[in-house]
């Protein structure tokens, strides 16, 4: 699996712990609910700045999300 694909799957089970919908996480990102989609199917690479916000949002570290560690917490 590559990296934007454990990305999004990540993105998707945090999002889903929380309860959200794709359509507000896009609101938070500030792109369509399709982006949105495509970030987490992993059809789509972030910028540095998306990703920071993920992790604050998220309360887990970019490594986390990149697939670089295993542990959610900085």
Request: proline share 1%.
């Amino acid at each position: 699996m590559d990296t934007l694909q454990i990305m999004g799957t990540r993105l998707k089970t945090l999002r889903k712990e929380r309860r959200i919908y794709q359509r507000e996480m896009g609101d938070l990102l500030g792109v369509t609910l399709g982006h949105y989609q495509k970030i987490e199917h992993g059809d789509v690479n972030i910028s540095a700045l998306t990703l920071c916000t993920l992790a604050r949002y998220f309360e887990v570290s970019a490594d986390y999300l990149l697939g670089l560690s295993e542990e959610r917490n900085p």
